[in-house]
């Protein structure tokens, strides 16, 4: 089975028929809209966040045609569907890849994978001491963080080859169930021109987006691995040097988040901004989920929090119009809020 399609029945799996098939599309995306955040944390698919941005809507259709035609999954509503017995056994004997990781990883992936590339080609031509080469990337952010780590590392330039290569070999040899030639094939040095992704999905035989899915696993699972010892690599570890933290937050709710940190009301930010209440009130899904300590007890009372939470757990739904059939009392905007917060625990 493609591994396009054992993360498209992982994600239905998880959704259990409570979000048509498009929040998946939107997931894999990384769109940053507060419904998609929210999912991506209510239904713990956060490792999927914003793997495939290039992933077009044709393409995505095309994938969910290739599960209904084997029969993997079947709908119980437009646009929502739910696995069949024999998606059930698909995916329980191919199960997702454990490295993948797009919450957190998402915007270092291209950096990582450039910042590696051009190491590499230029540890290689300095052990052969050749300086007439084209660099194989041309952002000149890359070129000035390895002219700024050059400077500070302390291991001999002669050296550096034939460390970067151990490191790399014993970083690699600990992926299970990964292959490595999918990054290795791609990489350039003395006298040697990596291959493009296309060619190395060709020699690999593999479609071009499962080749970017193993790639992208791959990545992420070095930044893993830099992070989980990070002594233990000289020169690997400098690809994560100056690198600043991720900011989940969009840049809309950024400027919701500094005036409600002054003392705005919500009401009074939505005068301000020339807002609606409904976005104000999207961003504050977005601290909910994203800001550590932030209290929503101001917007929701504590013993109104315990009930969403006991109806979410006891109807097995995490479906606004569910629990407010319990709760009529309460707002959409409150559910969503509780479950923002502390939905995914």
């Known amino acids: 089975m493609q591994y396009i399609e054992n993360v498209m029945l992982y994600c239905l799996k998880q959704l259990n028929g409570e979000r048509t098939i498009y929040s998946i599309y939107h997931l894999l995306n990384g769109k940053k809209s507060s419904q998609t955040l929210q999912d991506a944390h209510l239904f713990l698919l956060k490792k999927y966040f914003r793997i495939l941005e290039s992933l077009t809507r044709?393409?995505?259709?095309?994938?969910?045609?290739?599960l209904i035609d084997k029969q993997y999954i079947e709908t119980i509503g437009e646009q929502k569907f739910v696995l069949s017995s024999l998606g059930e056994k698909a995916l329980n004997t191919t199960m997702p890849n454990e490295y993948?990781?797009?919450?957190?990883?998402h915007h270092l992936t291209s950096?990582?994978?450039?910042?590696?590339?051009?190491?590499?080609?230029?540890?290689?031509?300095?052990?052969?001491?050749?300086?007439?080469?084209?660099?194989?990337?041309?952002?000149?952010?890359?070129?000035?963080?390895?002219?700024k780590v050059l400077k500070k590392q302390l291991v001999q330039k002669n050296e550096m080859g034939r460390i970067l290569f151990l490191e790399l070999v014993d970083c690699l040899e600990g992926a299970k169930d990964l292959n490595p030639s999918v990054l290795v094939f791609r990489l350039t040095g003395y006298q040697q021109i990596g291959l493009t992704s296309?060619?190395?999905?060709?020699?690999?035989?593999?479609?071009?987006?499962?080749y970017h899915l193993e790639f992208t696993s791959i990545i992420h699972y070095i930044l893993q691995r830099l992070e989980k010892d990070f002594t233990r690599y000289k020169l690997l570890s400098l690809l994560l040097y100056d690198i600043q933290e991720n900011d989940i937050l969009t840049l809309s709710a950024r400027k919701t988040w500094s005036l409600l940190s002054q003392g705005f009301s919500l009401k009074e930010i939505a005068e301000?901004?020339?807002?609606?209440?409904?976005?104000?009130?999207?961003?504050?899904?977005e601290f909910a989920?994203?800001?550590?300590?932030?209290?929503?007890?101001?917007?929701?009372?504590?013993?109104?929090?315990?009930?969403?939470l006991k109806i979410s757990q006891r109807e097995s739904s995490r479906q606004l119009k569910v629990i407010r059939n319990f709760l009529e009392e309460v707002s959409y905007f409150q559910i969503r809020l509780v479950m923002a917060k502390y939905g995914d625990r």
């Open 198 to 210: 296309i060619q190395t999905a060709h020699m690999q035989k593999m479609n071009l987006m499962d």
């Open 100 to 105: 993948i990781n797009g919450w957190k990883y």
């Open 289 to 308: 989920l994203n800001v550590e300590n932030f209290s929503i007890d101001t917007y929701v009372e504590r013993e109104i929090q315990q009930k969403i």
């Open 111 to 147: 950096l990582v994978w450039e910042r590696l590339s051009l190491m590499v080609q230029v540890t290689s031509n300095l052990t052969f001491q050749e300086s007439q080469y084209i660099p194989v990337q041309k952002s000149s952010d890359v070129h000035n963080w390895l002219k």
């Open 272 to 285: 301000i901004r020339k807002l609606k209440m409904s976005t104000i009130e999207d961003h504050l899904i």
């Open 58 to 66: 044709e393409e995505f259709d095309q994938i969910m045609k290739q």
